[in-house]
Every structure is written in C-alpha cells, then in structure tokens.
Nanobody, 126 residues
Framework: EVQLVESGGGLVQAGGSLRLSCARS????????IGWFRQAPGKEREGISC?????????YSADSVKGRFTISSDNAKNTVYLQMNNLKPEDTALYYC??????????????????WGQGTQVTVSS
C-alpha cells in the first residue's frame, strides 16, 4: 500500500524558514514522481515543486517559489524534503506531497498523481 506522510509544518514569521518532510512507503521510489502541492482556503491546489527522478534528481519548481523553495530526496531515509526559505504570508496553505507513476502529464499538475498525503499546515505571519 502506497503511503505518504507529511510533517514539518507550523507557524513562522515572514522571512523565516521551514523544512517539510514527506515519508513514503509501499512503492519503489524510482517508479514514481514525487510532487509538493499546496492549497490555500478558497484557492485551487497549486503544484509548487516536483522531483522526477531520484537517480538524476531532476526537479521542477513553480515560478512563485523559485529561488526560495528547494526539493530534495534522501533515498536511504525514503523521504523527500521541501526546504522553504524567505517565507511570505502568501505561502500560507495546507501543503501536500503526492506520488504518481505518470510521466506523460506535467510534473506540477495534480492530475499526474495518484496518491496523496494528509497534508501539513504552514502559516506565515506578517
């Protein structure tokens, strides 16, 4: 059974940092892409960063987080991280990690993913 568990969210002041973790189990990492998404109240789910290969560590990030957020993978720990620096109030959202086998759909599209974690809340105060 594919399982994804996020952790690391919390309350932080603007300009601060957080590191989110996505612990995965039940599937071969190399068969799946892993993505980070977020959803703020009243807004659509947004793809913010994804890793397409844990061998080549190919990654993509949305323009809204480029230069501030970094996705990485620790294969030995079966965990994907999202390092978030210089956080802004508009980054406040519920953050999800997801896993998907499709390699035909855009990496930052939610439709490319079949399995989702329960989410971790990030709140950035001004």
């Amino acid at each position: 059974e594919v399982q994804l568990v996020e952790s690391g969210g919390g309350l932080v002041q603007a300009g601060g940092s957080l590191r989110l973790s996505c612990a995965r189990s039940g599937f071969r990492f190399d068969d799946y892409r892993i993505g980070w998404f977020r959803q703020a109240p009243g807004k659509e789910r947004e793809g913010i960063s994804c890793i397409t290969s844990t061998i080549t560590f190919s990654t993509y990030s949305a323009d809204s987080v480029k230069g501030r957020f970094t996705i990485s993978s620790d294969n030995a720990k079966n965990t994907v991280y999202l390092q978030m620096n210089n956080l802004k109030p508009e980054d406040t959202a519920l953050y999800y990690c997801a896993a998907g086998r499709s390699r035909l759909k855009p990496c930052l599209s939610a439709t490319a993913y079949d399995h989702w974690g329960q989410g971790t809340q990030v709140t950035v105060s001004s």
